[in-house]
């Protein structure tokens, strides 16, 4: 029964992880974290739907996408990309020579906006109590 309730309670899939990738997601920092597919999978499924982190999430996977393809700046896929961002950046984006750079800006920027979240803290305590709960077993 207590399984069962288990499960209603999360439904990110932290449930089938062994001891040692729950230690591991725990272990590891914010920008390896959301390197991670499955880490940021799990994330997403465990913060409400309505959460500014999904929008962070989205940015960064974009922002990553960019750094690795040749970026047409008169793309509507790419002014919208930087009307989502924040003033500061949407501004140096047009403005840079260095794409790249402003990129790379944006990705730790927002990371650190999610490493600060209530999301994560409240993802990272929930992930906590499964490990324990392996090490009183």
């Not at 896929?77 to 840079?96: I, M, R, T, V």
Request: net charge negative; glycine share 0%.
């Amino acid at each position: 029964m207590s399984r069962i309730v288990e499960c209603i309670k999360c439904l990110c899939g932290c449930n089938e992880l062994s001891k040692e990738r729950i230690k591991e997601l725990l272990c590891k920092k914010i920008h390896a974290f959301l390197n991670d597919k499955e880490a940021v999978d799990m994330f997403q499924k465990f913060i409400p739907s309505d959460s500014n982190t999904h929008k962070h999430i989205a940015i960064i996977k974009q922002a990553r996408l960019y750094q690795q393809v040749e970026i047409d700046k008169s793309s509507d896929e790419w002014e919208e990309f930087a009307e989502d961002l924040e003033e500061q950046f949407e501004d140096e984006l047009k403005e840079s020579s260095d794409t790249n750079s402003v990129l790379e800006k944006v990705i730790f920027e927002y990371s650190k906006k999610i490493e600060t979240s209530n999301d994560y803290s409240n993802f990272s305590r929930n992930l906590k109590q499964k490990y324990n709960k392996f090490r009183s077993v």
